[in-house]
Each structure stands twice: as C-alpha cells, then as structure tokens.
C-alpha cells in the first residue's frame, strides 16, 4: 500500500500561487522574473543576475532553455488576454535576448544589461493593474 504524499510544513497548497486568477499569476509572475532576473547579486560590480545569466554560460543549451523559461512568462500573459500586439513585443524581447546569447561573451554582457524578463514582467504588471486591479499589492 502506498503512504499518501504530504507536502513540508509552511509550504501547504494554500501558499503556492498555482491557480489561474490574476493575484496568483501575479505571484507566479513575480516569483519566476525574480527566479530568472535577480537571484544573487556578483560581488564587485554588484549587479543582481539570475537563472538567465547562468544558463547563458552554457553555450546554446543554456540560452535555449533560458529562452524557453522567457517564453513561459508570455504565455501567462497570453492566458491573461493581453493584446496580440503586446505579446508580439514580448516575444521578440525574449527572441533577441536568445540571440545575443548564441554570441559569446556577447550574450553574457547582454544578460547583464538588457533583462527581457524583467521588461515583459512590467508590460504584464501593468495589464493586470489595469484590467485586474484587485491584484495589486503595496510592498512596505
């Protein structure tokens, strides 16, 4: 007989930004550009980096998963009924980041300067707290 899975405690379902309305997305969203964009900060030039600027070390791989991840963030903007038009910009942001990092050490810089997730986290913010504005949270 198997023993039923029970999650840890402090993390129960209620905690996990898993459902399909805007504050979860908005959390989920938050959680993956912070994920992506601003993990740990580089001593020295003490600029924030993330799972973006990782990946990117790995030559091609890493770039096209980092791409992929990017792509997710549209895809819930998609599912949020952004315009065509938004969502086309966005993925072009994601595009020309994937691009940049098949160049070496030129991709690497750009991950460090030009962050698409954190643009497209903005657009999307912004949707949500116009056609959402229940979901926004005061930070304090």
Same mark, same amino acid.
Request: charged share 20%; hydrophobic share 50%.
């Given at each position: ?6 999650? +840890? ?7 996990? +930004? ?5 504050? *979860? ?33 790995? +030559? ?11 792509? /997710?963030?549209? /895809? ?9 038009? *938004?969502? &086309? ?9 994937? &691009? ?32 959402? +504005? ?7």
């Amino acid at each position: 007989m198997a023993r039923p899975i029970t999650m +840890p405690p402090g993390l129960a379902a209620a905690n996990l +930004p898993l459902g399909r309305d805007p504050a *979860s997305v908005r959390r989920r969203l938050i959680a993956m550009e912070q994920l992506l964009e601003g993990l740990f900060v580089i001593p020295g030039i003490n600029r924030r980096v993330g799972l973006d600027f990782v990946l990117g070390l790995i +030559p091609v791989a890493g770039d096209a998963l980092a791409a992929a991840l990017g792509g /997710w963030l549209v /895809w819930e903007a998609r599912n949020l009924g952004m315009s065509k038009a *938004s969502l &086309l910009r966005m993925t072009g942001r994601v595009g020309f980041d994937a &691009l940049l990092g098949l160049v070496p050490f030129v991709g690497d810089a750009a991950d460090l300067y030009y962050r698409s997730n954190t643009r497209n986290l903005k657009r999307i913010l912004r949707h949500l707290d116009k056609h959402h +504005p229940a979901t926004v949270t005061v930070e304090g």
